[in-house]
Structure formats: structure tokens, C-alpha cells
């Protein structure tokens, strides 16, 4: 009897032994099946969403790669190109998405099962407008949301204007003439140690979007002639503080209160006030300018000779679709994103201790409704950026004397960078 027992206890140890490694041996298995995407991006920002993605999905390992700089657009063409290293997924900025959406490299994802015409509805218009590619399929989907407004300095509000009320200060600049008028007064008043605007940049940037071909030919849009007005009028009035636009001066500007109102997108409360500015929460305010513009924006796609399809539109329908991510994200990264449905619930109750308590997404919510709506076309970063940005230069700087000659400079570059357009005489 003693035998028989020793010999059950044995039995029964090696038959937990073996279910112990058998289950070992399931749990490795299991591990070994975890599925993997690669993707990849020009910034680091999209690490949040990663994270999150993985806990949502912990059978899904993504292999996340920042390319930060310029050479991210080069090496990402490359690799689309010869196959081999391509990414499932892949993030476009927006300036370059209309070089990228009619490449055969980028997934439909119109078509089923992926059927992203029905989720777009989501989303803001102006966003909606270079998210389709040439012949109406959606090529890439925009996560950002980037409508504008006006930054303010609150102190400098009460001071010069009497109050820091965001819709009282936004009644006295609602038009450039406005601000030109407080800008004189204050760089008087202030003994020239504070100005209505940092550079130049600031009148702009407040029209970005509109574009520069149309059927292959160049338009010159009659807004642009009035910023060559607006631009020098601005500098005769010593309205501008002339910070080079991302300078270490501009950059303090912002702490030391030099300047009254930046114009900035959605995105420009992390990366250019908080960056620049730590110190100085609860001394800022947003209002509406005299234009209602967006500035950037980041658009996510998937490679079309992808093997892991399933698994990169899980990625990327999360990242823009999934309304408990997109409050987490926003309410914790203080990130505005293109899901108007997300933003007009969060726009009730979410501020800013930044911005003095101010609610900021029932303003983002609002103003992005506004925006104007623009399909961009592959030449327009490089026209706008490149040529009449310079331009603009020159013309403030009185080497170019005349908008006429403004004008035909524009043609000049133009026909020299894309001899492939019309450039009318």
C-alpha cells in the first residue's frame, strides 16, 4: 500500500511537472506568435499612440522608428521604392502629402474592408480635402487637428488693452488695421520694448493653405498681394519686433513678454509657448485674429504591398477612430486631433491652466469649423516657402520696389524650379 502511494505521489508530481512545461512551453508559444508592424514617422509624437496601441492590443508589437529631419521624406520614398525595408505604416507631414497621394506605394483605403469614407465623417472639412487622392480614393488619413488663432499675453492685454477677456481682446484684433493701431501705440507707449507682433511671419503664416496651381498652371491669388501690403505696412508702422522666426530672441520673447500676439495652430501651445515659455502659465490667452486659418497637420497611411494590411488598419483606424484613446490622448497630451466628435464632447469641460483656465478646445472647436478649405497641390510648399517667401523678403526690404515686380520674380523662380507648368506672361 505504501508502494502504491509513493508511486501515486510520483505520478502525480511528474504529471504537474509536465503540464507545468507544457504550459511553459504555450506561453512561449504564444509569445513567438505576437505579430509585429513596423512604423515610421518624422517626429517622436506618435510614441504616445504606440504605447497605448499595444495595451489595447498586446498581441501586436509595434516597431516604431522616428526619422526625425529633412532626410525622413528621401528615405522614405526610398524605401517605398525598392520594397524591402518599406514600413506598414507611415506618417506624412503635411506639406508633403500631396507629393506622396497619388503614388501606387499608399493602400486604398476606400475600398474594403478598410471602407474610410464612412469614418471621414468624422472629421473636420478641411482635413477631409487632402486626405482623397486625384481620382477620389482615400490615400491617407489626417489625425491632426490644426485650426489657428491668436496667442496673447495677458499682462500685456490688461495693460494695453484694458482686459485679457479672450472674446473682448478678440473684438479689438479682428482686423490687421486693429492690430497695426495697437502696435504703434504700444511700441510708443512701451518705450519700443514691446511690439504687436514678433516678424513678419506672423501676417503670413495667418494665410496658410491657399494654393499656388491650378491645372498645371501658376495662380497667384489676390491675398498674396495684400500680404506684400500688409508685410510692409506692418514694418513702416513698427508693428514688428523683427525676431528672425525661430530665433533665440523669438523664442524669449515669449518668457520675457516682449511681443503681444502670436498667431499659432492647435499645436503651438505644447511645442512653442510651454517649450519656450514654461514660466510664464496662466499668463496666456486665445482669441480670433482676422483670419481663420490652420497651420500643419500630420497624415498617417499604409504601405500598399504591405503583408500585415489587418494589422496596420488596426493601427491606424485606433489612431484616428477610437474615441477612448482620442480623450486620453487629449486630455493627457493636451493634443487637439482632426475627430470632431472627440473634440466637441472634450470642448464642455477641458482648459488650460496654461491659458488661464480658458476653455481651449470649445475655442479649437469652433475656430476649426472656420477653416478655410484648400486642396493642396504638390508644388505649393516649395512655391510658398521657397520663392514667395523670399520674395516677401525682398519686397519688404525695398530690393524689390513694386508688387509688379514682385510678381514677375514669382513667374521668374517658378519657371525655373517647375518648367513643367504654365506660367501665364
Given at each position: 500500500m505504501k508502494s502504491f502511494k509513493r508511486y501515486a505521489v510520483s505520478m502525480i508530481a511528474l504529471l504537474s511537472a509536465t503540464l507545468m512545461l507544457s504550459g511553459c512551453q504555450t506561453?512561449?508559444?504564444?509569445?513567438?506568435?505576437?505579430?509585429?508592424?513596423?512604423?515610421?514617422?518624422?517626429?517622436?509624437?506618435?510614441?504616445?499612440?504606440?504605447?497605448?496601441?499595444?495595451?489595447?492590443?498586446?498581441?501586436?508589437?509595434?516597431?516604431?522608428?522616428?526619422?526625425?529631419?529633412?532626410?525622413?521624406?528621401?528615405?522614405?520614398?526610398?524605401?517605398?521604392?525598392?520594397?524591402?525595408k518599406a514600413p506598414d505604416v507611415f506618417m506624412i507631414e503635411n506639406g508633403g502629402i500631396r507629393e506622396l497621394i497619388d503614388v501606387p506605394y499608399l493602400e486604398n483605403l476606400s475600398a474594403p474592408p478598410y471602407n474610410a469614407d464612412d469614418l471621414l465623417q468624422e472629421q473636420y472639412a478641411f482635413v477631409q480635402a487632402n486626405e482623397k487622392d486625384s481620382e477620389g480614393s482615400?490615400?491617407?488619413?489626417?489625425?491632426?487637428?490644426?485650426?489657428g488663432g491668436i496667442y496673447y499675453r495677458r499682462d500685456l492685454a490688461k495693460t494695453y488693452l484694458g482686459t485679457d477677456d479672450p472674446v473682448k481682446v478678440g473684438a479689438q484684433i479682428d482686423t490687421w488695421d486693429k492690430i497695426f493701431e495697437i502696435g504703434e501705440r504700444v511700441q510708443r507707449e512701451s518705450g519700443?520694448?514691446?511690439?504687436?507682433?514678433?516678424?513678419w511671419n506672423a501676417i503670413s503664416n495667418s494665410y496658410d493653405g491657399i494654393p499656388w496651381v491650378e491645372d498645371g498652371k501658376l495662380v497667384i491669388n489676390p491675398v498674396y498681394m495684400q500680404i506684400l501690403d500688409l508685410v510692409r505696412e506692418a514694418r513702416q508702422r513698427h508693428v514688428l519686433a523683427e525676431f528672425e522666426e525661430g530665433s533665440a530672441g523669438?523664442?524669449?520673447s515669449m518668457q520675457k513678454g516682449q511681443v503681444m500676439f502670436y498667431p499659432g495652430a492647435t499645436w503651438a501651445l505644447q511645442y512653442t509657448f510651454k517649450a519656450n515659455a514654461p514660466d510664464t502659465s496662466g499668463l496666456w490667452g486665445l482669441a480670433a485674429g482676422p483670419t481663420d486659418f490652420s497651420a500643419g497637420g500630420t497624415y498617417i497611411a499604409m504601405y500598399s504591398k504591405s503583408d500585415k494590411k489587418d494589422l496596420a488598419w488596426k493601427f491606424i483606424e485606433f489612431y484616428n477612430f477610437n474615441h477612448d484613446f482620442l480623450k486620453e490622448l487629449a486630455t493627457e497630451q493636451d493634443y487637439f486631433t482632426s475627430n470632431m466628435v472627440v473634440n466637441d464632447e472634450l470642448?464642455?469641460?477641458?482648459?488650460?491652466?496654461?491659458?488661464?483656465?480658458?476653455?481651449?478646445?470649445?475655442?479649437?472647436?469652433?475656430?476649426?469649423?472656420?477653416?478655410?478649405?484648400?486642396?493642396?497641390?504638390r508644388y505649393d510648399t516649395t512655391i510658398n516657402n521657397d520663392i514667395f517667401k523670399n520674395v516677401l523678403q525682398l519686397y519688404l526690404n525695398n530690393d524689390i520696389n513694386?508688387?509688379?515686380?514682385?510678381?514677375?520674380?514669382?513667374?521668374?523662380?517658378?519657371r525655373l524650379r517647375f518648367p513643367e507648368l504654365y506660367v501665364p506672361h
Open positions: 506561453g512561449m508559444g504564444n509569445a513567438s506568435k505576437q505579430q509585429e508592424i513596423t512604423v515610421w514617422s518624422f517626429t517622436d509624437e506618435a510614441g504616445y499612440a504606440v504605447e497605448k496601441f499595444e495595451e489595447t492590443y498586446p498581441d501586436i508589437k509595434v516597431n516604431f522608428v522616428n526619422i526625425p529631419g529633412n532626410f525622413y521624406m528621401t528615405k522614405l520614398k526610398s524605401a517605398l521604392q525598392t520594397t524591402s482615400v490615400k491617407a488619413i489626417g489625425y491632426q487637428g490644426t485650426p519700443n520694448q514691446v511690439h504687436a507682433l514678433a516678424n523669438y523664442a524669449a470642448a464642455q469641460t477641458a482648459t488650460s491652466d496654461y491659458l488661464g483656465g480658458q476653455k481651449h478646445f470649445e475655442f479649437f472647436s469652433e475656430a476649426a469649423k472656420r477653416v478655410p478649405v484648400y486642396e493642396r497641390t513694386t508688387k509688379e515686380e514682385a510678381v514677375e520674380r514669382i513667374k521668374r523662380d517658378v
